[in-house]
């Protein structure tokens, strides 16, 4: 592995069905983070972690729960995926929450 | 509220240059960085600015003006390869990066 990296790549999925996305990153970066990307709006933070064992709620938290057990790993896990979660979900880790942010190529998920 | 500005679409010719503003309302300010993104792959980091002033970094700069809330990237000898959107982000007192939706920049040969 190298640098940051998520999967699926790709998913479709059923309304009311859950879903893990996966991230894992060997920088050994403290802090991850979880986006969704949608066409005409800027990245929106979903949820966060600044350490391993903590996690915090970013600006569209709901529908999404993560968890980060340890330093490299950083699940996002949807419940019940809705219609409306259908975006492109990015990972990205830095050093500390201080620093620039690294980017993995993304997951492309439709909720049908 | 929080807002990220920027124009939603530039165009420019090959060997030109180009300047991408970004004007920004953050409950507080914690710097500011600006990423580029081609179509269909995650954002990568062009430059960071903190303090007032330009950074320079190549072909690529970047300016800051702290007390009018604003900044800009600016491109020099553009070649087709920067066709692209760039994305500006501010990081606010909670130290997490807000996002314009991007400006997306045509090159021209």
């Known amino acids: 592995i190298a640098g940051i990296t998520q999967a699926p790549t790709s998913q479709i999925l059923a309304a009311g069905r859950r879903m893990t996305l996966r991230c894992t990153q060997d920088m050994r970066h403290n802090a991850m983070y979880w986006y969704r990307q949608d066409l005409g709006l800027g990245l929106r933070l979903i949820h966060y972690?600044?350490?391993?064992?903590?996690?915090g709620k970013g600006e569209v938290p709901d529908g999404y729960s993560v968890s980060r057990a340890n330093t490299d790993d950083f699940p996002l896990t949807l419940a019940s995926a809705v219609p409306s979660q259908t975006s492109v979900y990015f990972c990205a880790s830095s050093p500390t929450s201080n620093n620039e942010q690294f980017f993995g190529p993304g997951t492309r998920l439709t909720v049908l | 509220g929080q807002n990220i500005d920027q124009p939603t679409e530039m165009t420019a010719t090959e060997g030109a240059i180009v300047q991408i503003n970004c004007t920004y309302q953050?409950?507080?300010?914690?710097?500011l960085f600006w990423y580029q993104q081609h179509a269909g792959e995650a954002p990568t980091f062009l430059s960071y600015?903190?303090l007032d002033g330009l950074e320079e970094k190549g072909r690529f700069s970047s300016f800051l003006s702290r007390s009018k809330g604003y900044s800009y990237l600016l491109l020099k000898e553009l070649q087709m390869k920067d066709s692209a959107s760039y994305l500006c982000a501010v990081r606010d007192k909670d130290y997490q990066l807000i996002w314009g939706a991007g400006t997306k920049l045509i090159i021209k040969p």
């Open positions: 600015n903190v």
């Open positions: 972690s600044n350490t391993a064992g903590t996690t």
């Open positions: 953050t409950s507080g300010f914690n710097g």
